[in-house]
């Protein structure tokens, strides 16, 4: 009996052992089918080049002009610089400021003098008191000796009035006409002050004209002397001519301020609305240049270096470079002399 126990548990364990090894097979072969199948490599496609497209013009014949333009303010036609002409006076006071306007003979500014005003209010009354002496003297029919001597006591006076009176109206600046004050000095109560350094401007109110201020000096490079200019002033175009140009500035008023007349024209105006004052806006309006019939191309199609003038092309499809020969150039035109011909497609830049 133990014998077929010992047979039936050996074939027991032969059918598990073959039915574990037949498991694990199927696991195995099942576990193939997941895997991914291997795909044939694709090429990759073919990409055109991007086309660039470029802003074009076309040179075209026409009518070119160069203007300056821009807005100026009304200044007066002239004003007098006013100074003292001697060193070592002290400042009392200033009794005007910037925009004031002024009548002739107003006092503007007075030097410090001491008691030199009560001396002369003193030599007055001592004037008086010699020149009735005298009289009395003459009245008495007194000796030529003392009427003599009494005449030059009174002469004396006079010339020492004289003198000390001078010497008052040296220490005020007064305004030698109608005017308005467009410029007073920084110089302070009781400082020093120099002689011939200016202190005070006054100007006309009644002659005006306009002063024009460019950003740039060379944008005034072609205005000239007598040119045609029209303003525009209170909303009315009146039409003026320039009187001055940096070329035409004097020297001792250039060097006041070179920075201004560097870079500003005068403009005299024929006839100026009533109302019109110092310091109001006036458009002005200059053709320096002016050309018809000629090949004209956008500003922004000209290419420059080291003074060479060039434009771009497209030429079977290639982008090439075109040296030009140039005239005038406006804010945005310029005129083409010569290397293109009317209907010509250049690039902007």
Do not use: W
Request: with cysteine.
């Amino acid at each position: 009996m133990r014998k077929i126990n010992k047979k039936l548990s050996s074939n027991r364990i032969k059918v598990y052992f073959l039915l574990g090894a037949f498991a694990l097979l199927s696991i195995f072969l099942g576990g193939c089918s997941f895997l991914p199948k291997e795909e044939p490599v694709l090429a990759p496609p073919l990409v055109e080049p991007a086309q660039l497209d470029y802003e074009t013009a076309e040179v075209k014949k026409g009518e070119i002009i160069k203007r300056v333009k821009g807005s100026g303010t009304m200044v007066p036609t002239s004003h007098h610089d006013l100074y003292y002409t001697k060193d070592g006076g002290r400042l009392k006071k200033i009794d005007v400021r910037e925009g004031d306007l002024v009548k002739k003979g107003q006092t503007l500014a007075e030097l410090e003098t001491g008691n030199l005003a009560f001396e002369v209010d003193q030599a007055y009354i001592d004037l008086k008191k010699a020149q009735l002496r005298l009289q009395q003297m003459e009245a008495n029919q007194e000796d030529k000796y003392s009427i003599e001597m009494g005449k030059l006591d009174v002469q004396s006076i006079n010339n020492r009035l004289y003198f000390m009176n001078n010497q008052l109206a040296e220490s005020k600046i007064v305004s030698p006409i109608d005017g308005v004050i467009t410029f007073v000095t920084e110089i302070r109560q009781g400082q020093g002050v120099p002689a011939y350094e200016s202190l005070f401007q006054v100007a006309e109110t009644t002659q005006l004209q306009v002063q024009y201020a460019a950003m740039n000096a060379n944008d005034l490079a072609d205005v000239k002397l007598g040119m045609d200019v029209v303003t525009n002033i209170k909303g009315k175009d009146i039409k003026g001519k320039v009187v001055q140009t940096p070329k035409d500035v004097p020297a001792d008023i250039y060097e006041k301020n070179p920075d201004l007349y560097s870079k500003s024209i005068l403009v005299e105006v024929e006839k100026l609305p009533k109302d019109t004052k110092v310091g109001d806006i006036a458009g002005i309006e200059i053709v320096t240049a002016k050309k018809k019939d000629t090949m004209i191309i956008p500003k922004n199609g000209l290419r420059s270096t080291v003074g060479r003038n060039y434009v771009q092309v497209m030429v079977d499809n290639t982008k090439r470079e075109v040296d030009i020969e140039v005239g005038i150039i406006s804010s945005t035109e310029v005129e083409v002399l010569k290397g293109l011909n009317e209907g010509d497609v250049i690039i902007l830049k």
